[in-house]
């Protein structure tokens, strides 16, 4: 457990001001883009299974609509607050920016622990909360989609609430929805797809060959589940995983297809249970520990901080999650020679994919998980190597790299658009 006083999102306004001191901007060529542009914080009042009635603080952050509709995620958290929905607003834009699709960046959550609400309980509060933050989400506005502890069938609610308010299908509102409902074939494992392609770049541009290569990937959910299948398939060696209820090692690799079977049988889909020969069980603290070539944090932010970074011993880190490492820790690691993929790089997959999912709710077509899967790559190689790129010309780190691109688009855009009036 870390001892910082953790603040997310003065971790992006470092980053940023970091960046744009390199870009030589003044203080006002970039200030707007170190606030949220709109901010809307609601109260969601939800009738219980038992009768009762309880009240829910929900939030849906837009950071930047500069160069298109704000679009990013809805988490559902018992440690959601605001400042956390405002940097994970502000990451989205860069993210955007970096692998430059239209978009500005947005995000949204409500402080609850979905473990403990029952379905009914949970569809009454997503569609609540929906109503609630309608006046500002819509396709040419704000496109929220899942993230921790919300998924498709969450983002199907969205769909038909808003649509019911606005008296028509509205498809477009929000991307990850069930297929039936115009969902992209590939986008439920965009996001783990998108970490597998930038591992395996970063190693191949390090030189470090692919095949037996050892992996450690924490967080089972979405992201860290499709991560861990897809490195294993590429045929690297998983020895760690983990989630919530802790993790599991093996040193000769772990079967990660009998792992998945195992957490996909079980409601909540947790780890804890699974037994097998050779299998040990560790804390999520010695996960992140391990020694290992690939280390792939997958769950939440601020997981390696300045008390462990000098601990960790993998050679290259791929930020799966949004801000798991903490700006301290940045530097340690820095000094350590660790290599770094940013979560605006390296997680982007999730939205490139929701990007192609809304294309297609607009234009009312449908594309092959082939071609989605494509273009994913497509997008994701370039971006990795313009973030290579830059940041071999500049002598930054990956993060540094990432912003330099990123921040000189948004503020490029905000800057010729003008201030209005
Ligand atoms: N779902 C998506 O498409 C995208 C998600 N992300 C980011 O990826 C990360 C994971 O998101 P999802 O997989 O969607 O969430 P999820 O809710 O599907 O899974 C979260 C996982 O993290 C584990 N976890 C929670 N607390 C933990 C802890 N203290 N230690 C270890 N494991 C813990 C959970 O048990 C679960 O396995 C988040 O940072 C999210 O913002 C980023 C881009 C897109
Ligand atoms: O798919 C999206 O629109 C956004 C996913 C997300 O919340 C993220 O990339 O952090």
Redesign the pocket.
Known sequence: MSTDKYNPYENVVSTVNKAAAILGYSHSDYEAVLYPERELKVSVPVCMDDGSVRVFEGYRVQHSTSRGPAKG?I?YHQNVNEDEVKA?AAWMTFKCAVVNIPYGGGKGGIVCDPTTLSEEELRRLTRRFTAMIAPIIGPEQDIP???????ATVMGWIMDTYSMLKGHCVPGVVT?KPLELGGALGRSE??GRGVMITSLNVLRALQIPISGTTAVV????????VSAKLLHMAGMKILGV????GGLYCEDGLDIPDILEYINAKRG??LEGYEKENVKHIT?EELLELETTLLVP????N?IHKDNADRIRAKVIVE?????TSIEADEILQKKGIVLVP?ILA?????VVSYFEWVQNIQSVSWSEEHVNEQLKTIMDQAFKAVWDISKEKETTLRTGAYLIAVKRVVDAKNLRGIWP
Not at 145 to 151: I, K, L, M, R, S
């Open positions: 995620g988490r994970l989609a899942p993230d921790v502890g919300t998924n990850g965009a996001t924490q967080g089972m959910g979405n992201v860290g589940s983990s989630d919530v209820s889909n947790l999520n997958a769950a939440l932010e997981q799966a999650a949004n801000g798991p979560d997680n982007a997959g999730g939205v």
